[in-house]
């Protein structure tokens, strides 16, 4: 960000004095003024503390710190991204613990200090913008100042004698500049000690920029604003031929702003009809997905035609201003659960999270209700679960698969029994078992019950306790994130006309060129052609040369003056 840099405004202030009018104005930017300390008043510092909040040190300052107070977001786990990360940092540093959550380090960009930042800098970029928008307003409706007495002074400068009239070469330079796209116009004499001129500028759209560069900032910080105060985020994990409905009590997770209503969810419902994933089998890159796309079929309100869809990675299903992404994949085994009697108690596919991306997948089986033991008692049963689609078979290395296709697929079990402490009315994680309450069922060895199977394979519990059936269809499931961000359009139009206007404040040069014709002691007419910038460049003064050689097919230089006629010159070429 470039609000207006110290030494070209300490330059445009000697030009100023210099060049008068001619020198003034080539910038928006407010003047600093050095206040007087012994007769500041109150309303004295608070117009020196405005100038200082609104210049540009203070307000690199400002970004500077904002910069710096996103990282902790990065770094430290976040409340509203997840909980349950930072419980566990808690858990493990007990010192730094509570000193980040009394630094509101847990929530960053709703903490105290960082929201003082973003306000400080936003009312910085409004106390500069609005001076410096009226001020380039009527540089705009204003016009060219006339010629400086002494053009010599200028950084570009030029000089010839022609035997033009002095208005034929200030109407060939008009046409000429107006052709160049410069805002021109003759200025005539303002008395006996000067004479006529066209004066000319270009580069406004330098100004512009700026304040284009400037007021985006402001876009994009309210579009951030907006989109975290309004936004909705939930995620939600479905299995082949299951569906979803955009109401609250359908999601796994869900977050919001604080000023988001969940009555404005979007009505709209998508089914899963099939996952298609398919890996590079081969080279280098083994295992890195080349299809990966969940097919669906949606629906708009609540009695919406059925649409057909396919969600791809960076490519979401977009509905009533709600966005639809696929982030995850993984595999639902089917198990049957038999009690000593042979009667199903359970049977259903079981989502397991992978933990690589080969799709090793761990998670648990609960049987809370319908099971008795060998007595006839109610009991409940659990299994810690671990899911390899691709085995590189037993005793060629551990339980990881080698595969993210399930080409030779294994599920490993391992069993409990008692109390799942399901009916405590704590909330559980669904993909891990709590055996505290539990205890193991025995193989003959007395040690835990383990057993690994391939589909259509069953575990026999001990002492007729019942089986385990580890079934052959095998089921995909996808995660989706669905996402309401009412201010992510205006982000980007935000940024793409910060890029923009920053491009033009950089590239685009604020100058300003003068044309003089006056006759001399000879009658010859003395042509002078000067320019200046607001800040020094080389290209200035090719510019002017070109100008100049334009000019001159227009107003040729006059043969050269008879050696014994002395002539006075006003400048000379530089």
């Not at 100023?16 to 930017?29: F, P």
């Not at 405005?50 to 409340?79: C, E, Y």
């Not at 000879?522 to 020094?536: H, Y």
Request: one cysteine or more; a neutral charge; aromatic letters at 8%.
């Amino acid at each position: 960000m470039s609000k207006t840099e110290a030494p070209e405004e300490q330059n445009e202030q000697s030009e100023q004095s210099e060049l008068g009018a001619a020198g003034a104005q080539l910038s928006t930017a407010p003047k600093e003024e050095t206040p007087h300390l012994p007769s500041l008043g109150v309303i004295g510092w608070a117009r020196w503390f405005w100038r200082q909040l609104t210049s540009m040190r203070v307000a690199l300052i400002l970004l500077l710190l904002l910069s710096l107070g996103a990282i902790p977001g990065s770094l430290i786990p976040q409340n509203n991204v997840d909980e349950l990360k930072v419980q566990d940092f808690m858990d493990r540093h007990t010192t730094l613990g509570p000193i980040y959550e009394k630094l509101q380090l847990f929530d960053v960009y709703s903490s105290v200090w960082f929201s003082a930042i973003y306000i400080l800098l936003f009312v910085s970029l409004i106390g500069c913008i609005v001076p410096r928008t009226w001020q380039f307003v009527g540089q705009l409706r204003g016009r060219p100042p006339g010629a400086p007495r002494k053009l010599t002074r200028l950084p570009a400068y030029t000089t010839w004698r022609t035997e033009a009239e002095p208005e034929q070469v200030h109407e060939a330079a008009l046409a000429m500049l107006k052709e160049r796209r410069f805002r021109s116009h003759t200025v005539p004499a303002a008395g006996s000690g000067s004479s006529g001129s066209v004066a000319a500028e270009k580069g406004y759209l330098r100004e512009a920029g700026n304040l284009i560069f400037h007021i985006s900032l402001i876009v994009m910080l309210i579009a951030f604003a907006a989109g975290q105060l309004f936004k909705s985020e939930g995620g939600k994990l479905i299995m082949e031929g299951d569906g979803f409905s955009n109401t609250l009590s359908q999601y796994d997770d869900f977050k919001s702003g604080s000023l988001f209503d969940t009555e404005e969810l979007a009505p709209f419902s998508f089914r899963l009809d099939d996952f298609e994933g398919t890996y590079e089998k081969s080279g280098p890159n083994r295992g890195t997905p080349r299809t990966y796309r969940a097919k669906v079929s949606y629906s708009e309100g609540a009695d919406g035609p059925e649409k057909k869809k396919t969600i791809e990675v960076n490519k979401p299903l977009e509905i009533d201003g709600s966005k639809v992404y696929l982030i995850g994949h993984g595999y639902a085994p089917k198990v049957t659960v038999r009690d000593g009697k042979g009667k199903v108690v359970y049977s259903a596919s079981v989502p397991l999270l992978p933990i690589d991306q080969n799709g090793t997948a761990t998670g648990a089986i609960k049987v809370m209700d319908g099971y008795r033991d060998k007595d006839g008692k109610p009991d409940q049963l659990g299994f810690n679960a671990f899911f390899v689609p691709t085995f590189a078979g037993a005793g060629k290395g551990q339980m990881f698969s080698q595969f993210p296709a399930p080409e030779y697929p294994v599920l490993a079990l391992s069993a409990y029994h008692g109390s799942l402490g399901v009916n405590a009315g704590v909330p559980q994680n669904v993909y891990q078992l709590d055996t505290r309450k539990m205890q193991k069922f025995k193989d003959k060895n007395g040690d835990l019950l383990k057993q690994r199977m391939r589909p259509g394979e069953t575990m026999k519990l001990p002492n007729g306790a019942g089986s385990v059936t580890y079934e052959k269809e095998l089921k995909e499931w996808a995660t989706f994130q669905i996402s309401q961000e009412p201010g992510s359009v205006w982000a980007l139009v935000g940024a793409v006309a910060a890029i923009v206007g920053l491009a033009g404040s950089l590239f685009i040069q604020r100058r300003r060129v003068w044309v003089r014709a006056v006759k001399g002691a000879d009658g010859v007419t003395v042509v002078e052609m000067a320019g200046l910038g607001r800040s020094e460049s080389a290209k200035l003064p090719e510019e002017l040369a070109d100008l100049a050689a334009h000019l001159h097919e227009k107003a040729p230089s006059a043969p050269d003056p008879d050696p014994d006629v002395v002539v006075p010159a006003e400048g000379a070429e530089k």
